[in-house]
């Protein structure tokens, strides 16, 4: 990973220098071993603090919806699991491809403090679905992550309804709605999200009633259904650590089986699964036949 | 000075008649909730997921219930905390912010909702054996081997020594089987914290210049850009901390009346007091920068050098982004301002 | 539960497509056709006008049971818009599953302008399932249970 942040640094530099790119996204190291933070860096002087390795979990791609604002071209590391968020947001018209220039950065799976990243051990592909170039190695070409990422899902789908409910009270009621989950998703682009919008009449800034909680954590999960990429920053984020990736992995599956094997950011296709249809597509009373009531 | 044995503590607790609130485990997370028999106790751990804060300023309470009848409109308030309480295994940086607390809520006009609940407690602090290498605590005047509460606990592996500093405390502490100790003791445990605390990352940091008279030129800093561009803008660092205390009231329609109630609010939201012209706070350099000079200027400006962080660390341990505190003071603190 | 309060009444909110399902329910009226005043209906453009916040809000306003009709796939009057709905609905109500709500308190059936006679069959039988789930108590905002 050393070798690979170096040829980043030089590349980087580079371009800065030739002027492609007018700045560069990217990480730099905290005060700590694992406190890495995103970080812009305008110049070369500012590059020596760049950093690339073990701790750069965090998904840039939702960076990109302000730096595409800003003059000139930026110059973005993702990540392969990044690189689908990222085309994701080309697809929805949220980004400009020539604002960009796009980094492909090898991964061998991403940690914090706690050992390897949730995202990593389910590690989709290591494939970039967009970039400019890729810089990797043989290492980081090798596939990681050996669970399978459906495996939680499908533990909750055996359970009787009111085991499920049980298990994501106890989950849900941890919420404090601080929206770090809907702040960090690369898939959450409203300008005005509908719990800040004082017109939308469910507003609110505390989960007070557990309907709060459920309505929430429904509504975030929902509208990025068929646009998640299943990136993982919201369970990694969260400062309760309630498992909100299996949210998005219900409605992953669900769509998957339903309406065929589908991977948001991947493919030219810009229309999802719940923006397109066919005619034989299966009844709402098919939920009624499936799992455990 | 008294002490217990170490396999007393939850007969302790269980023996207080009032509701005791202690840090216990919930799932994954440390909390200080109502405890029960059969709960996990965890007094080990510093820096808890949430703060005691919950309980004197909880997230959210109604406030007021109004509805028609007929023509007149009926209002209900709430009623005020009336029933005595514990709150046990409060550190050092806490207790601080606990009386950062009072200076916003207890001083004209009084909060009634929190004065209540704050008279009723009972504090037991809990001094802190094994720092963190996230506390700064020292920084802030706050000494980890001394809380300021109305009982103290030294925990000294086998057994726990305690000492009451109030009427309250006394009162608290009189049914405990505690025998008489050697205030040596103590004073050795407490040169031990001295000595763990300094070996600490952030145990000494330069504060110089986070004051009053420097506030213009820590309010015009070029610096707050680039510190707050990682920034997400989510409430994660506001919810955990235990100083902050904005909050917003709200009315909420149930459909035969409205339901008054406050809430937590954090200045990292776009939403943040916001007025009828908009916001004066249009991007998230402005909310970023409110967060650290309210904590680190103004607070202190208006409250006699008090700072509004009490250096207990759960900015650094919950930011997604691994933002905080530590890295605005060091950012903002080198150099020119060390007069 | 409906055992636990005799008075107990459900609500049923269902909503309905202007084009077919809401003249379903006026001919099933004109046709003298008995289905029950449990059942407030909401008239909608379409069945994909129905955004999961109103369904939500139902429940949190106190609806024990949530019904959508629209126009049978095909017959859409704005062509696709039902096509659409039944995955965004089938969706919704798999996630409310999944959380633990009742899934019979969801339900969505196709109701032509000419089909009268179903839109009273099929209120009867959702009213009837809604009777024997009970009350919502999931899915609510207890303070709207305050009277």
């Given at each position: 990973?050393?070798?690979?942040?170096?040829?980043?640094?030089?590349?980087?530099?580079?371009?800065?220098?030739?002027?492609?790119?007018?700045?560069?996204?990217?990480?730099?190291?905290?005060?700590?071993?694992?406190?890495?933070?995103?970080?812009?860096?305008?110049?070369?002087?500012?590059?020596?603090?760049?950093?690339?390795?073990?701790?750069?979990?965090?998904?840039?791609?939702?960076?990109?919806?302000?730096?595409?604002?800003?003059?000139?071209?930026?110059?973005?590391?993702?990540?392969?699991?990044?690189?689908?968020?990222?085309?994701?947001?080309?697809?929805?018209?949220?980004?400009?491809?020539?604002?960009?220039?796009?980094?492909?950065?090898?991964?061998?799976?991403?940690?914090?403090?706690?050992?390897?990243?949730?995202?990593?051990?389910?590690?989709?592909?290591?494939?970039?679905?967009?970039?400019?170039?890729?810089?990797?190695?043989?290492?980081?070409?090798?596939?990681?992550?050996?669970?399978?990422?459906?495996?939680?899902?499908?533990?909750?789908?055996?359970?009787?309804?009111?085991?499920?409910?049980?298990?994501?009270?106890?989950?849900?009621?941890r919420c404090i709605r601080c929206n770090a989950c809907r702040n960090v998703c690369p898939a959450c682009t409203c300008i005005k999200c509908v719990f800040d919008n004082p017109a939308s009449g469910v507003q609110s800034k505390a989960p007070v009633t557990s309907f709060e909680e459920n309505m929430f954590h429904i509504i975030?999960?929902?509208?990025?259904?068929?646009?998640?990429?299943?990136?993982?920053?919201?369970?990694?984020?969260?400062?309760?650590?309630?498992?909100?990736?299996?949210?998005?992995?219900?409605?992953?599956?669900?769509?998957?089986?339903?309406?065929?094997?589908?991977?948001?950011?991947?493919?030219?296709?810009?229309?999802?699964?719940?923006?397109?249809?066919?005619?034989?597509?299966?009844?709402?009373?098919?939920?009624?036949?499936?799992?455990?009531? | 000075?008294?002490?217990?044995?170490?396999?007393?503590?939850?007969?302790?607790?269980?023996?207080?008649?009032?509701?005791?609130?202690?840090?216990?485990?919930?799932?994954?997370?440390?909390?200080?909730?109502?405890?029960?028999?059969?709960?996990?106790?965890?007094?080990?751990?510093?820096?808890?997921?949430?703060?005691?804060?919950?309980?004197?300023?909880?997230?959210?309470?109604?406030?007021?219930?109004?509805?028609?009848?007929?023509?007149?409109?009926?209002?209900?308030?709430?009623?005020?905390?009336?029933?005595?309480?514990?709150?046990?295994?409060?550190?050092?940086?806490?207790?601080?912010?606990?009386?950062?607390?009072?200076?916003?809520?207890?001083?004209?006009?009084?909060?009634?909702?929190?004065?209540?609940?704050?008279?009723?407690?009972?504090?037991?602090?809990?001094?802190?054996?094994?720092?963190?290498?996230?506390?700064?605590?020292?920084?802030?005047?706050?000494?980890?081997?001394?809380?300021?509460?109305?009982?103290?606990?030294?925990?000294?592996?086998?057994?726990?020594?305690?000492?009451?500093?109030?009427?309250?405390?006394?009162?608290?502490?009189?049914?405990?089987?505690?025998?008489?100790?050697?205030?040596?003791?103590?004073?050795?445990?407490?040169?031990?914290?001295?000595?763990?605390?300094?070996?600490?990352?952030?145990?000494?940091?330069?504060?110089?210049?986070?004051?009053?008279?420097?506030?213009?030129?820590?309010?015009?800093?070029?610096?707050?850009?680039?510190?707050?561009?990682?920034?997400?803008?989510?409430?994660?660092?506001?919810?955990?901390?235990?100083?902050?205390?904005?909050?917003?009231?709200?009315?909420?329609?149930?459909?035969?009346?409205?339901?008054?109630?406050?809430?937590?609010?954090?200045?990292?939201?776009?939403?943040?007091?916001?007025?009828?012209?908009?916001?004066?706070?249009?991007?998230?350099?402005?909310?970023?920068?409110?967060?650290?000079?309210?904590?680190?200027?103004?607070?202190?400006?208006?409250?006699?050098?008090?700072?509004?962080?009490?250096?207990?660390?759960?900015?650094?341990?919950?930011?997604?982004?691994?933002?905080?505190?530590?890295?605005?003071?060091?950012?903002?603190?080198?150099?020119?301002?060390?007069? | 539960?409906?055992?636990?309060?005799?008075?107990?009444?459900?609500?049923?909110?269902?909503?309905?497509?202007?084009?077919?399902?809401?003249?379903?329910?006026?001919?099933?009226?004109?046709?003298?056709?008995?289905?029950?005043?449990?059942?407030?209906?909401?008239?909608?453009?379409?069945?994909?006008?129905?955004?999961?916040?109103?369904?939500?809000?139902?429940?949190?306003?106190?609806?024990?049971?949530?019904?959508?009709?629209?126009?049978?796939?095909?017959?859409?009057?704005?062509?696709?818009?039902?096509?659409?709905?039944?995955?965004?609905?089938?969706?919704?109500?798999?996630?409310?599953?999944?959380?633990?709500?009742?899934?019979?308190?969801?339900?969505?059936?196709?109701?032509s302008a000419a089909e009268g006679a179903k839109f009273a069959k099929t209120m009867n039988e959702f009213v009837e399932t809604i009777y024997s789930l009970g009350e919502n108590r999931k899915l609510s905002d207890i303070r709207c249970k305050k009277s």
């Amino acid at each position: 990973m050393q070798e690979i942040m170096n040829r980043m640094k030089a590349r980087a530099i580079a371009l800065l220098a030739d002027g492609t790119v007018s700045r560069v996204m990217g990480w730099e190291k905290g005060e700590g071993e694992y406190d890495w933070s995103p970080a812009l860096f305008e110049n070369a002087e500012e590059m020596e603090a760049f950093v690339y390795g073990d701790y750069a979990g965090a998904n840039l791609s939702k960076y990109c919806l302000k730096l595409g604002k800003l003059e000139g071209k930026t110059l973005v590391i993702l990540k392969p699991c990044d690189t689908l968020s990222f085309k994701q947001l080309i697809h929805e018209h949220r980004l400009e491809r020539e604002k960009f220039y796009i980094i492909g950065a090898g991964c061998t799976g991403m940690k914090d403090e706690k050992g390897a990243l949730l995202k990593c051990n389910a590690c989709k592909s290591k494939e970039f679905a967009i970039y400019d170039e890729i810089i990797d190695s043989e290492e980081s070409r090798k596939p990681t992550g050996v669970m399978d990422r459906m495996a939680g899902v499908a533990d909750l789908e055996q359970m009787t309804a009111q085991e499920r409910y049980d298990f994501w009270q106890g989950e849900l009621s941890r919420c404090i709605r601080c929206n770090a989950c809907r702040n960090v998703c690369p898939a959450c682009t409203c300008i005005k999200c509908v719990f800040d919008n004082p017109a939308s009449g469910v507003q609110s800034k505390a989960p007070v009633t557990s309907f709060e909680e459920n309505m929430f954590h429904i509504i975030r999960a929902y509208h990025v259904a068929g646009r998640c990429t299943d990136c993982g920053e919201c369970s990694r984020v969260c400062p309760q650590n309630i498992p909100l990736h299996l949210l998005n992995r219900k409605l992953i599956k669900d769509m998957n089986e339903l309406y065929g094997e589908y991977q948001a950011g991947e493919g030219d296709e810009e229309r999802t699964p719940l923006t397109s249809y066919t005619k034989e597509d299966a009844e709402p009373g098919i939920v009624h036949e499936r799992g455990r009531a | 000075m008294r002490k217990f044995a170490a396999d007393q503590l939850t007969k302790i607790i269980s023996s207080i008649s009032t509701p005791v609130y202690a840090p216990v485990e919930d799932g994954s997370m440390v909390v200080y909730d109502r405890y029960e028999d059969g709960m996990t106790l965890r007094l080990d751990k510093v820096g808890t997921d949430k703060t005691p804060k919950d309980i004197l300023f909880p997230q959210w309470e109604n406030l007021m219930h109004f509805r028609m009848e007929g023509k007149t409109i009926q209002l209900t308030e709430e009623e005020r905390a009336k029933e005595d309480y514990v709150i046990f295994g409060v550190r050092a940086c806490d207790i601080q912010a606990i009386k950062v607390l009072d200076r916003v809520f207890l001083a004209d006009p009084i909060d009634t909702y929190y004065a209540a609940r704050r008279e009723h407690g009972t504090i037991v602090g809990l001094a802190c054996g094994e720092p963190a290498k996230s506390c700064f605590c020292k920084n802030f005047g706050v000494d980890p081997a001394k809380p300021d509460a109305d009982v103290v606990l030294w925990p000294a592996g086998d057994c726990w020594y305690c000492e009451a500093y109030t009427d309250k405390g006394r009162a608290l502490m009189e049914s405990w089987p505690t025998e008489a100790a050697d205030e040596a003791a103590v004073e050795t445990i407490k040169a031990e914290i001295a000595v763990k605390y300094d070996a600490l990352p952030f145990a000494k940091l330069n504060l110089n210049g986070f004051d009053g008279d420097h506030l213009m030129e820590k309010f015009d800093s070029p610096k707050w850009k680039k510190l707050s561009m990682p920034c997400l803008g989510c409430g994660s660092c506001t919810f955990a901390c235990p100083t902050c205390q904005c909050y917003d009231i709200r009315d909420y329609d149930t459909g035969n009346g409205i339901q008054r109630y406050r809430c937590w609010d954090s200045c990292m939201y776009s939403d943040f007091t916001l007025m009828a012209h908009g916001t004066n706070r249009p991007t998230q350099v402005e909310r970023y920068r409110q967060r650290f000079m309210h904590k680190l200027v103004y607070f202190p400006s208006r409250n006699d050098g008090m700072y509004s962080c009490v250096g207990c660390g759960r900015c650094i341990e919950k930011c997604p982004m691994n933002l905080n505190i530590v890295k605005v003071i060091k950012a903002l603190g080198e150099g020119d301002s060390n007069d | 539960m409906s055992v636990n309060n005799p008075n107990w009444k459900p609500k049923i909110v269902a909503f309905c497509c202007n084009w077919c399902s809401y003249a379903g329910a006026d001919l099933a009226g004109s046709g003298r056709m008995n289905y029950p005043a449990d059942v407030k209906i909401i008239r909608v453009p379409c069945s994909c006008r129905v955004n999961p916040l109103f369904i939500l809000r139902a429940f949190e306003r106190g609806a024990d049971g949530v019904i959508i009709c629209g126009c049978h796939p095909g017959d859409c009057h704005y062509t696709s818009g039902n096509y659409y709905a039944r995955r965004r609905l089938t969706m919704l109500f798999s996630l409310l599953d999944y959380l633990g709500i009742e899934r019979d308190r969801t339900r969505v059936e196709w109701v032509s302008a000419a089909e009268g006679a179903k839109f009273a069959k099929t209120m009867n039988e959702f009213v009837e399932t809604i009777y024997s789930l009970g009350e919502n108590r999931k899915l609510s905002d207890i303070r709207c249970k305050k009277s």
